[in-house]
């Protein structure tokens, strides 16, 4: 069964700056896409940043310019980076992975998640 563990949430004053891990119990390189979701109180959850198997990069607006997404595979580990973190960062963040089994069928997995709270 595959688990994914995030790591690195916190609190964190507006402007500063955050990495979130995501460790993964076998190789990422059996998944399509990996990405990071996050959630607000009272909100849905959203995309935040995804990356697929042979590195095509998507960002959600919001972030752009502010966030990085990256892989090391040696490590079988997801992260995010997280630079000039406002007020509206603050969630549950969640990761995320997908493997494809067929063009109809896939399986999802997600991690437990990790609060990130930006606050004066």
């Known amino acids: 069964q595959v688990q994914l563990v995030e790591s690195g949430g916190g609190l964190v004053q507006p402007g500063g700056s955050l990495r979130l891990s995501c460790a993964a119990s076998?190789?990422?390189?059996?998944?399509?896409?990996m990405g990071w979701y996050r959630q607000a109180p009272g909100k849905q959850r959203e995309l935040v940043a995804r990356?697929?198997?042979?590195?095509?990069?998507n960002y959600a607006d919001p972030v752009k310019g502010r966030f990085t997404i990256s892989r090391d595979n040696a490590k079988n580990t997801l992260y995010l980076q997280m630079n000039a973190l406002k007020l509206e960062d603050t969630a549950v963040y969640y990761c995320?992975?997908?493997?494809?089994?067929?063009?109809?069928?896939?399986?999802?997995?997600w991690g437990q998640g990790t609060q990130v709270t930006v606050s004066s």
């Open positions: 995320h992975a997908r493997r494809e089994r067929n063009s109809m069928l896939n399986d999802d997995y």
């Open positions: 076998g190789s990422i390189l059996s998944f399509n896409a």
């Open positions: 990356i697929t198997s042979g590195g095509s990069i």
